[in-house]
């Protein structure tokens, strides 16, 4: 079993940066497939970047290549979301979530962290 903790979120103005953070208890961290994934009031849940296992490949949604990068650190069991040039569409909570392979769903889930863009 995974336990996932988000953080990093927070108010900024359009065009900055932040960093999420996803914090992963347990010992078989490495195995897991990660994935940030958002939700906005009244929008359905919008998957937003993945990453395997072992760091690579990775998976972006349309509306954040080339801005959003997910990474994954193992030996500190923690996956982060860096988001640059932030618009206000992109207000939502984001969360984490993991599964153990790409044919089931995510297992897993953090509790979510706020993003608000302001214009």
């Known amino acids: 079993q995974v336990q996932l903790v988000e953080s990093g979120g927070g108010l900024v103005q359009a065009g900055a940066s932040l960093r999420l953070s996803c914090a992963a208890s347990?010992?078989?961290?490495?195995?897991?497939?990660m994935g940030w994934f958002r939700q906005a009031p009244g929008k359905e849940r919008e998957r937003v970047a993945t990453i395997n296992s072992s760091g690579g490949p990775t998976y972006y949604g349309d509306s954040v290549k080339g801005r959003f990068t997910i990474s994954r650190d193992n030996a500190k069991n923690t996956v982060y979301l860096q988001m640059n040039s932030l618009k206000p569409e992109d207000t939502a909570v984001y969360y984490c979530?993991?599964?153990?392979?790409?044919?089931?769903?995510?297992?897993?889930w953090g509790q979510g962290t706020q993003v608000t863009v302001s214009s």
């Open positions: 347990g010992r078989t961290f490495t195995s897991y497939y």
């Open positions: 979530a993991a599964r153990m392979n790409t044919r089931i769903a995510y297992e897993y």
